[in-house]
């Protein structure tokens, strides 16, 4: 908290305001973060709003005698005391942030007029990115968007909203993404596949069909899965923290670096999953199952074949791609065995933004998939590995 | 070190029975010396242990309120500093100019303006403000001591 | 026969604990940091920043006005910037490590090579200007204890005195040479050692300059020849003297022996008589000796 | 002379520091004199250790196969290469040894075994590692049936757990597949097929468990149920047991039968099978019920059979969401209701003495601020 002689120097800080506050008296009267789907110059929308009125209320207005709403159990809501004077130096930060943002919106409404008359290209872009920036900067301090982002889950939040998705991009980087980099690192799918990863997108990767809880939710990179929890194919979100303006076109490709290869005493690659040319964006960020049954057909150019491990073929890892595509491609027949997967990103300028990993080894339910998909029976290898080098 | 469970050897009890020595609350009997506490004493006050204040639980929406709170504070702090760092930059140029005008109009004062002051010090006298100033606020018929040579 | 292996019962005749270490580092396919430490789940409540209010080391620290910092920045730092302006200044440039040439990967990232005819580098010296005048950025106090030395809870009283002065937990300091007549040995507790920065050092500053030196009878001042010729000046005071802080002088009975300060300002000024004119213009005397 | 043989730190097993450090204090002074038994430490020597390489650049190794002894690690192990205990690099891979320098730690000297004779070392930082397959096929029938069922000793310990959830999954599943079977027959009297209905129910199974377990939206359930089986037809396809015209059929008789049942069964949130209801006759029971508990279960204390009524009404099949149904509790049936509500609070009570059914509370007075005691009714507490 700060003390009292911060608050008095904050309410100096106010004094020395007033001569300025003239100026931007007509903004503070807009009253900025709680004007939403004006036809003024701020267009807010409405998801930048905290979604549970009580909750507002108690946040913006001073608290209540029957205490903060965000606590649920009466005799706890009863018996919590909020720190001293916190209400009315809340009520001066409010003022100084909202003014604030007030003058970041005049900017952005400046730079927009600009952006309708802008016609060169390089110009449109960097107007662009300045925009959102700014968007992001006029709302980071906003109290309503931090409650959102801080206690309702990631899911809810409305990612056309750039500050959302930058706040959603820090927490990635805090976590997920370092998780990801590491399991790929770890099990060797950079260079294997391919020879690096600029990430760009959170891929996340979950097997709806499954009844069980622990094989529904979304997969851990690098978890080892059983073979009738990925029978059929995945549900793949892509979440993009740039803004996307129109749909933006994706291909996936998932490959399984490690079928044995008897003829060299090697591994090959197989494809197993081909996706090309899906449109997605900010908020319609998923490949799912209500997509694939409508026009699954229009993008899949190689169907799901879960990877089936063989008795004693020791781990396969799942390796999970996802490209940027510069226009709409057109894809032949490719075959499944010995993909090269290096090869295929270079001839079609396929950019990678995203990756996704999990392992399988054999189990007792590689059989009745191997009878789903009409792939005959298994080889059974030995258990001791040989010593017999490779056959060049 | 009392063990309320070691077999006692109080004659009187069959020897292998387990008797509970029962505790009497009062005055504890301190074997240490004046010296010895007086170190511990030292030893508790440096230690940081059960000095850190409890961690203040505070409810989702005070939480966002202070974190308002430090950010209009950081922003406030960022401003002045911005604001300090103008001022010193506009009389730094101001500095430069003025050089630049005396190099062309008279360099000779211009060596001597631009002449190193080795050993050159604040006067003593200059302290720093205080909120309660000295009964006899200013002495107006201050004169520096002059040095003797 | 002294069993110095501690040895642990295992299923494997070579546990990990007997195995001679080899580790090594592998180079990575990406750019992206990963902070192991931040991913352990038990370790996230932990990781907070220290300015977190949920974190456990959280410290409020807007408490009080800074008289000191505030004079500095109102009054002294623009005096400072003309004292020191020079015309036409330029770097002067220190002796620095060199390169072993980038015309192989091998050499690329090998150690560099030591300076010219000198073992250690130097720094550059840069022209003041607006964004570098000349400001404390700490103050490193450290106290030596001789007795503790032969009795090793007397430094216990040394480190006491320098956290009452500074207001921050002292690091102990342990000698570092082996000379027998002085009955120093390697590895002893010897005292103890502080840095302190903003505003504990502000409140330090004030506190030596407006109630300890004037006291002390026979304090001349700071020696003009002090300093480290890279900026960062320093003085000692003796144990009568350390008697003149408040926190010390009200407790005297508490410290019956007390031990004597070395003062280390550390300062960006890049050389000594900047350093010196800085710290005087905090009020602080200079003599020459 | 053994002396500086000690200083100079040269190998000495038995020499220990101390022995060196200890020495270092004495005078020495020599004379010209000549000791006739010498010293005791004189005769420390031990025989050569063996140490080196002991395969040479290019040469063919087995895995296992010692490539260098040394004390310390004056070779690293690089690719396919490992060091023991005592620093011994040994290879783990037959291939062809190399040594060679790391870009990567320009100071060090590294050997590693290449896969292939021409194949040079290091491998680019980029390019995919060379790895070997090594798991010989079985080519006899029985021995490789024999490998394929045997378990480990972990899976094998496992097995009759495994039976035993699976029996209570086919349990759970036949007493809901019948549950449902009667729901459908009776309450919406629906005339199937022996297949139809088979595919019915086997249908709203899979939607009741994935909206029950997963807490998935109803919707979404029936989404993912038909893709299940519109999937399972294309599979059947692909293997051949369908021709395209019998898959055409099954499909466009699957998504018929959807249709039929979509308007008159769905299901609940709570994952239970209930008659459909259009929008506006669940927006018009949500109101009814909410009016009800509006006008006759607020803002007073309930009693026992009033608390099992009003979660009767929330819990209407086929009404509310999950959500919905969170809230309305919170609001109607409270863990402990509010001390505004009349008739909660019961002042001047003995509270050493209270009254049957009356619990005594201390509660803080925010007014006053100070605490008092009151007595609250036991019907206030749900959980009492």
Redesign the interface.
């Known amino acids: ?3 009292r ?2 608050l008095r120097r ?1 309410s100096v ?1 106010g004094a020395a305001k007033a001569a300025q506050k003239a100026e931007v008296d007509w903004i503070a009267s807009k009253n900025q973060w709680s004007y939403f789907n004006d036809e003024s110059y701020v267009k807010r929308s409405e998801s930048l709003k905290l979604n549970k009125p009580e ?1 507002r209320e ?2 913006l207005s001073n ?1 209540s ?1 029957s205490g ?8 706890q809501r ?3 005391h ?2 001293v004077a ?2 009315e ?2 009520k ?3 003022e ?2 909202e003014t ?1 943002a007030g003058l970041i919106y005049k900017n952005i409404d400046r730079f927009r007029a600009k952006l309708k008359t802008a016609t060169d290209e390089k110009e449109i872009e960097f107007l662009k990115k300045t925009i959102d920036k700014l968007l992001v900067s006029a709302e980071i ?1 906003n ?1 309503e968007v ?2 959102n982002a ?2 309702n889950p990631a899911s809810t939040l409305d990612m056309s909203q750039p500050v959302y998705r930058q706040l959603a991009k820090e927490k990635w980087e ?2 997920d ?3 990801t ?2 399991r ?2 770890q099990l ?1 799918v ?4 391919l ?5 760009k997108v959170d891929v996340k990767v979950k097997f ?2 499954n ?1 069980e ?1 622990e094989f ?1 939710s979304w997969v851990t990179p690098g978890e080892i899965l059983p073979a009738y929890a990925v029978a ?2 995945p549900t793949i979100q892509i979440q993009e923290f740039d803004t996307v303006e129109s749909k933006q076109l994706y291909s996936v490709l998932i490959v399984n ?1 490690d079928t ?3 003829a060299t ?3 090959s690659t197989t494809l197993q999953y081909g996706l090309a040319n899906v449109p997605l964006d900010n908020v319609d960020n998923v490949i ?3 997509k ?2 409508e026009n699954g057909d229009k993008f899949t150019f190689k ?1 799901y074949v879960p990877l089936v491990p063989e ?4 781990n396969q890892r799942a390796c999970l791609w996802v490209f940027k595509q510069n226009g709409e491609l057109s894809i032949g027949d490719v075959a499944r065995e010995n993909f090269d997967i290096r090869a295929f990103v270079e001839t079609h300028g396929l950019n990678a933004v995203g990756a996704h990993v999990w392992r399988q080894h054999f189990d007792r339910s590689v059989e009745t998939v191997r009878e ?3 792939l005959g029976k ?6 001791v ?6 056959i ?1 | 070190m009392f063990n309320p469970f070691r077999p006692s050897t109080i004659s009187g009890f069959p020897s292998g029975s387990v008797v509970l020595k029962t505790f009497v609350r009062g005055k504890r009997q301190s074997t240490q010396s004046a010296s010895t506490k007086k170190v511990v004493n030292q030893l508790s006050a440096l230690s940081a242990s059960r000095k850190q204040p409890k961690l203040l639980n505070l409810c989702n929406e005070d939480l966002i309120k202070h974190r308002t709170i430090v950010n209009a504070w950081k922003m406030f702090k960022r401003r002045e500093e911005q604001r300090r760092h103008n001022q010193l930059k506009k009389q730094y140029k101001s500095i430069y100019n003025a050089m630049e005008d005396l190099k062309q109009t008279s360099p000779k004062l211009f060596e001597l303006a631009n002449a190193k002051e080795e050993g050159k010090r604040f006067p003593l006298e200059m302290r720093v403000p205080t909120d309660f100033p000295p009964t006899q606020p200013w002495v107006y018929n201050y004169s520096p001591k002059k040095e003797t040579k | 026969m002294s069993l110095n292996k501690v040895f642990i019962r295992q299923f494997s005749g070579s546990g990990a604990v007997l195995r001679a270490g080899y580790s090594t580092v592998q180079p990575v396919h990406h750019l992206v940091k990963v902070n192991k430490a931040a991913l352990k789940p038990l370790y996230q409540g932990v990781l907070l920043p220290k300015d977190d209010i949920k974190s456990v080391s959280f410290k409020p620290t807007e408490i009080s006005q800074d008289r000191v910092a505030e004079h500095y920045q109102n009054t002294l730092k623009s005096d400072l910037l003309l004292h020191n302006y020079e015309h036409g200044a330029t770097t002067l440039k220190g002796n620095k490590k060199r390169s072993w040439g980038e015309d192989s990967p091998y050499k690329l990232y090998r150690n560099l090579k030591k300076p010219k005819g000198v073992s250690r580098p130097s720094k550059d010296v840069h022209p003041i200007r607006y964004d570098n005048v000349p400001e404390v950025e700490s103050i490193v106090i450290q106290s030596y204890n001789k007795d503790a030395l032969d009795e090793s809870w007397l430094n216990i009283s040394t480190r006491l005195q320098l956290a009452q002065i500074t207001n921050v937990k002292p690091k102990q300091i342990y000698s570092k040479a082996n000379i027998l007549p002085w009955r120093v040995r390697q590895g002893k507790p010897c005292g103890g050692k502080v840095e302190i920065t903003g505003r504990d050092m502000t409140q330090f500053i004030s506190t030596l300059t407006e109630l300890v030196l004037p006291r002390i009878r026979t304090f001349q001042g700071i020696k003009n020849t002090s300093g480290d010729s890279n900026g960062n000046i320093t003085f000692g005071l003796d144990p009568e003297d350390v008697k003149g802080f408040p926190e010390i002088e009200n407790f005297q009975e508490l410290f019956p022996n007390l031990s004597g300060l070395q003062i280390t300002f550390k300062t960006n000024a890049g050389t000594d008589e900047r350093a010196r004119t800085l710290l005087s213009s905090l009020g602080f005397p200079f003599y020459n000796p | 002379m053994s002396l500086f043989r000690l200083g100079s730190g040269s190998y000495h097993p038995s020499g220990s520091i101390l022995q060196i450090t200890a020495l270092k204090n004495v005078v020495q002074i020599r004379t010209a004199t000549k000791k006739v038994s010498g010293s005791k430490t004189n005769k420390n020597d031990s025989a050569g250790r063996r140490l080196g390489p002991k395969v040479h650049e290019g040469n063919f190794v087995k895995p296992g196969q010692i490539i260098m002894r040394q004390r310390g690690s004056k070779i690293h192990p690089g690719e396919n290469v490992k060091i023991g205990i005592d620093h011994t690099v040994y290879a783990v891979e037959p291939g062809y040894v190399h040594f060679y320098h790391d870009p990567f730690h320009p100071l060090r000297k590294y050997v590693g075994v290449s896969l292939k004779k021409n194949l040079p070392l290091p491998t680019p930082h980029f390019a995919p590692r060379v790895r070997r397959f090594g798991y010989e096929l079985i080519e006899d029938p029985s021995e490789a049936v024999k490998e394929e069922q045997h378990m480990s000793r972990k899976e094998y310990l496992y097995q009759p757990k495994l039976d035993e959830l699976s029996k209570a999954r086919e349990e759970n599943k036949s007493n809901l597949l019948s549950k449902f079977n009667e729901f459908i027959s009776k309450e919406l009297s629906l005339e199937l097929g022996a297949k139809d209905l088979n595919l019915t129910l086997e249908r709203y199974y899979n939607v009741h468990e994935l909206v029950k377990l997963k807490g998935m939206s109803v919707e979404s359930a029936e989404t993912q149920t038909t893709y299940n089986y519109v999937h399972s037809l294309k599979l059947a396809k692909a293997r051949g047991d369908l021709s395209s015209e019998e898959f055409e059929d099954s499909l466009a008789h699957y998504h018929d039968l959807v249709d039929q049942l979509s308007k008159k069964i769905t299901v609940d949130a709570t994952g239970a099978l209930t008659k459909y209801l259009s929008a506006e006759e669940k927006a018009s029971r949500k109101d009814e019920i909410i009016e009800k508990l509006e006008t006759e279960y607020s803002n007073r204390v309930l009693s026992i059979q009033d608390k099992i009524f009003v979660g009767d009404l929330i819990a209407t099949p086929g009404v509310f969401d999950v959500a919905e149904r969170e809230d309305l509790a919170k609001k109607y049936l409270p863990l402990v209701v509010p001390l505004t509500v009349p008739g909660s609070v019961i002042e001047n009570i003995d509270a050493r003495k209270p009254p049957k059914g009356v619990i005594v509370q201390r509660i803080f007075d925010e007014a006053t601020r100070s605490t008092r005691v009151v007595g609250r009714p036991k019907e206030v507490f749900a959980t009492q």
């Open positions: 908290m700060l003390s002689i911060s904050f800080l909750i108690s946040l608290s005698e903060p709403a965000s606590i649920e159990n009466y005799s009863l018996a919590y909020s720190p916190i209400d130096t809340f001066m930060a409010y100084m942030l604030d301090s109290p931090l409650y801080t206690f805090s976590y993404l370092m998780i980099m590491q790929l690192e060797h950079i260079p294997d596949t020879p690096t990863l600029e990430p709806p069909h009844l809880e529904s059929q194919p670096p044995p290869d008897l005493n090697s591994f799912d199952t209500k694939l049954l169907d008795k004693n073929a020791q789903q998909y009409g298994g080889r059974v290898f030995r258990r590995r040989g010593t017999k080098p490779i060049e």
